[in-house]
């Protein structure tokens, strides 16, 4: 049965989020849980007269409390680069390791304060409390691991229709599986999608049904981007190749408004692949249709 891709386009979403999407919240006070203790400790430098003199002296009693630096500027690595204003030398500041009792190492951190501008976020009070200065650090990193929930999302949604289709994960539904996987569970060769086994693909899911190897991928784009193109020309391109392999099927659900912006690109990959999805055709019941 032909179908309309423009009116196929129209059901796309513009979002999956669910509740959880925006902020993982249990992640962000696990985090600052784990510095909370060296955070009030530091909370003591709020409003100093004298704060290298005191920032110096918290390092020599409490050295740990340098292991909370690097978030307070948004930093998740425990070392960090700078170059110095003169030019030509690079510093590095380790805030995994405590510094050995010397004045130069003091020196150098109080500098690394000075200059990045922490001291001055301190003694002028433009923070009242680091706790929920650095939850509210922890937040803005987070929202960062939207993408990757975002692409989570799509993959559990897929998952959940799998499982009310009546597959069984690890029976006869598997989660991101190699081209090699595939090959040695049911003895297929998939070398014309492997670039002759130089190229090993994985899929999201591959599900098994009596005559035919279902390989799945997943996406959803909220957003558009020269991703979207680069994808529709690859699964074009995979659609093609799988199409000469007997027992396997390519099969990829996909849905997003971002592609919207990529229209084009995705079309010819529609007009040329049997088996491409949104989210609308899972509610439809295709998994049981096509899966049997």
Known sequence: MSRDFNAWLSGFRDSIADYGYYIDFEKVHRNVDNIKVELNILNSLIGSKNIEADFENLMRKYPEVLKCIPLLLAVRA???????????????FDFGKYPPNSHAHYERYKYFM?????????????????????????????????????????????????????????????????????????????????????????????IKTPNMIYGIETNFYGGGGSKLNET?????????????????????????????????????????????????????????????
């Open 232 to 292: 529709a020309r690859s699964y074009k391109t995979l659609a093609l190749e799988t199409d000469t392999i007997d027992g396997f099927t390519f099969v990829w659900f996909t849905d997003g408004k971002g592609w919207t912006s990529a229209r084009h690109n995705l079309e010819e990959t529609f007009d040329v692949m049997e088996h491409v999805y949104n989210i609308i055709d899972m509610e439809d019941g295709i998994i049981d249709a096509i899966m049997k």
């Open 114 to 206: 000075r200059e990045t501008g922490l001291f001055d976020l301190l003694e002028n009070h433009i923070v009242n409390n680091l706790v929920d200065y650095a939850t509210g650090v922890e937040t803005g990193l987070d929202s960062n691991g939207r993408k990757n929930r975002g692409g989570h999302l799509m993959e559990d949604l897929v998952e959940s229709f799998i499982q009310k289709a009546g597959f069984v994960k690890g029976v006869n539904y598997f989660k991101e599986m190699y081209i090699h996987q595939i090959t040695d569970k049911w003895n297929i060769d998939l070398s014309a999608i492997s670039n002759q086994g130089k190229m090993e693909k994985r899929f999201d899911f591959v």
């Open 78 to 92: 425990n070392e960090i680069y700078c170059q110095d204003e003169n030019g030509g030398h690079l510093f590095q």
